[in-house]
C-alpha cells in the first residue's frame, strides 16, 4: 500500500478524537446494558435469569464479523466503512428502544452488533495507516482511556436510567452522540484502501463462523432454550466438525482467514488457549453480578450499578504496575498465580448473601477488578510478544475474536449453569443458591486455565517487556 498523504492539521486533531468517542460508544454500552437487564426482562415478560441471550447475540455478532472488518475497509474504503457502521450501530440502538418482545430485541441487537464489530477495528487501521509511528502509541493510549471510563459509568447511569426513567433510554442515548458521529466521519475520516483488490476468503469465513455459532447455540441450548441433550451434542459435534475442517482447509489456501502458521509460535498459542479458558469466568461476571445484586438479594437497579464501580476502579489502579511487575516476575508466574487467584476470587463470591456487609463485598469486586485487569493485560501480551511482523495483524485479529467469542461464551456457559441450577419456581434462598453454585462452577473452570499458562518456556520469565501495555485497556 502506497503511504498515505500527510492529514491536515484539523484532521490530525479530529481523528483521534473521532476514533475515541466510537470505542466510548460501544464500552459503554457492553456495560450499561447488564445492570438493566432484569427490568428489560419484567416488560417484556421474560424470566430475568434467561436473559443471556441478549448479551451473546451481540458479543456472537462482534466475534464473527471482526475477521471481515479489514476486508471490508480496503474493499469499500475506510471513510465509507466506518461511517456505515456508526449509522447501524446508531439504528441498531433505536430499533432496541423499539422492541416489544425479546426476539425483536436480540435481532435488533444484532443490527446493532454489526456496526459495533466495524467501528473500533476500523478506526484503529485508520490510526495505524495515518500516523507515523513515533506517534502511534501516545494516539493508541488516547483513544484507549475511553475503555476505562465505559465500564465506569456504564453500571452506574443503566442503573439510574432503569430506575428513574425506563430501560429504553440505556438505547435511545446512543442517538445524539450517533447523529454527530455520523457526520464527523464522513467529514474528517479519512478514506484509505488499498490497492488492487484482495481476494476474502470467504468459505473459511464461513466454516470459522459456523463454528462459533453452532458452539454457542450448544451452550444456549443447555439453558435458554432447554433443548434435549442429543440436539446439544449434535450441535456441539456440528461446531468442532466446521472448527476442524476451517484448520485443515486453512494450511492449504494462500490467504486463509487465520493462518495456521500462528500456531507455531508457542507463546501466541499458549495466550489463544489461555484467553479462551481464562475469561470463561471473568466473561461472565458483568452479566452474572447484577442479576445477582436484583434478583437474589433485592437491590435496586441504580444501587446495582454503584456496586460494580469497583470492578472498573480497581481495573484503572492496576493498571500502572504491569509493566513492572512483568519485567521482575515474568510472564509465566504472573498468569499462573494470577489466573488462580482470579479463580479463587469468582468462587468465593459464593459466600456472598443477604447479611454480607456492602463494604466487604466493594473491596472483594475491587479486588476481583485489579486481577481481572493483570489478567487481562499479560494474556495479551503474552500472546502477540512473539509474533513477526507479517503475523502481527493476523494474530490481533485472531486475538479480537477469541476475547469476544470468550466473553460470549461465558456468559453462555454462565446462563446454562444458573439454569440447571435453578429449581422450576425457585424463590428467595433456593435463587441464591443457584447463583452460589454457578460462581463455585465457573471460578473452578477458571482457574483450570492456570494449567496452560504454566506451559510457557521459562526463558518467557527473563524478558524484558516489549509490547505497550496500553494499547489493550478495551479488552
Known sequence: MAHPAPLDPQTARVLPWLVAIAFFMQTLDGTILNTALPAMARDLAEDPLRMQGVVIAYMLTVALLIPASGWLADRFGTRRTFFGAIVLFTLGSLFCALSASFNQLVIARVVQAIGGALM?????????RS???????RVMAFIALPGLVGPLIGPTLGGWLVEYTSWHWIFLINLPVGVIGGIAAFRYMPDLRLPGRMRFDTLGFVLFGAAMLLITIALEGLGELHMPHARVLLLLFGGIACLAAYWLRAGHVERPLFSPRLFHNRSFAVGILGNLFARLGSGSL?????????VALGYSPAEAGMTMIPLALGAMTVKPLAKPLFDRLGYRRILTANTLLLGGLIASLALIGPDTPTPWLLVHLGLIGMVNSMQFTAMNTVTLIDLRDEDASSGNSLLSVVVQLSMSLGVASAGALLG???VPGARGEEVLQAFHYTFLCIGGMAMLAAALFFQLEPAEDKRSHRV???AD???
Request: hydrophobic share 45%; net charge negative; glycine share 6%.
Open 131 to 137: 500516523y507515523p509511528r513515533s506517534d502511534f502509541v
Open 420 to 422: 440447571g441450577f435453578t
Open 286 to 294: 458483568p452479566f452474572l453480578m447484577p442479576l445477582l445484586l436484583q
Open 120 to 128: 473500533l477495528p476500523v478506526g484503529r487501521l485508520v490510526i495505524l
Open 473 to 475: 485497556v478495551e479488552t
Open 468 to 470: 505497550d501495555t496500553e
